[in-house]
Each structure stands twice: as structure tokens, then as C-alpha cells.
């Protein structure tokens, strides 16, 4: 069996929600400027400055990339700007929403691991693309809660 294409489509949450992202934005730099007046001036360690912040920017990173979807015949592709991520749909044992989309469990039910273990596929802006997709899981993995 090929691998075709059966649906695709991008989510970019940086762009889709704005109102939340101005607000994420100015949290962050307000976050910095405590963080950057206690490390600098009160502890005068800068080190612990720029891990924090890498720390802060690479757990919000999904938020400000683009991420493009591809459910195929036998896998699902995610494409991130700098990485990509194929799994067959064997290794999931159940799906469900949660607060972005869909959630892929490796489990055959909801676990408090799929946040670690599982895979996220978030829908974009319109959702135009959640009916297809829930048929297509349904098909391929079954087990919806």
C-alpha cells in the first residue's frame, strides 16, 4: 500500500490567535525583566538570566513556529521548521480532544503520560479540516474517547 496524501494542513497559533499572542508576548517580557533584575543585580549571575530564558522561549516554541500536518495512508508526518516527526498509526492505541485539537495516545486509553508520550495534532484557524481528520483516526486507530 502507497503512502499517499490524505489530508493536510498548518497551524500557526502565533497568527491564529492574536489577542492571545500580544499577551503572551508582553508576559514574557515581563518575565525577562524581573528575571534579567534579579539575576543580574541582585545575584549578579548572568548565566542563570539566559538559561531561564531558554528555557521559558524553548517550552513556547510550538506556539511561535508554524507547524504543517499530514495524515497519510500509513503515517502521520509533522513538520516543524527545523524537525519532523513520522509515526505509524499502530502506535497509537486511542485519541481524544483536548484544549488544541487532538490528542494521540500510545495508551488504549486517556493517560496522564500523553502529554510526554503522546503526540498533539492542533488544528488550524477555520478547523476545516476536523471532520476529515476524526473520520480518518477512526478509521486508522479506532478508539475515541
Known amino acids: 500500500m502507497s503512502n499517499n496524501e490524505i489530508v493536510s494542513w498548518t497551524s500557526f497559533p502565533l497568527v491564529d490567535n492574536l489577542k492571545k499572542s500580544a499577551f503572551l508576548v508582553s508576559f514574557i517580557i515581563f518575565i525577562s525583566a524581573i528575571v534579567w ?74 493517560h496522564r503520560l500523553d502529554r510526554f508520550r503522546g503526540q498533539s495534532l492542533r488544528f488550524s484557524a477555520d478547523k476545516s479540516e476536523k471532520d476529515e481528520v476524526i473520520s480518518i483516526l477512526k478509521e486508522k486507530i479506532g478508539a475515541q474517547f
Open 37 to 110: 533584575y534579579i539575576t543580574f543585580k541582585q545575584w549578579n549571575s548572568p548565566i542563570f538570566f539566559y538559561i531561564g530564558m531558554a528555557l521559558l522561549i524553548f517550552e513556547l516554541l510550538p506556539y511561535f513556529v508554524p507547524t504543517s500536518y499530514f495524515l497519510k495512508d500509513e503515517t502521520i508526518l509533522i513538520k516543524y521548521p527545523l524537525a519532523k516527526v513520522e509515526k505509524k498509526y499502530s502506535e497509537y492505541g486511542c485519541f481524544y480532544f483536548d484544549k488544541n485539537g487532538i490528542m494521540l495516545s500510545p495508551f488504549s486509553r486517556p
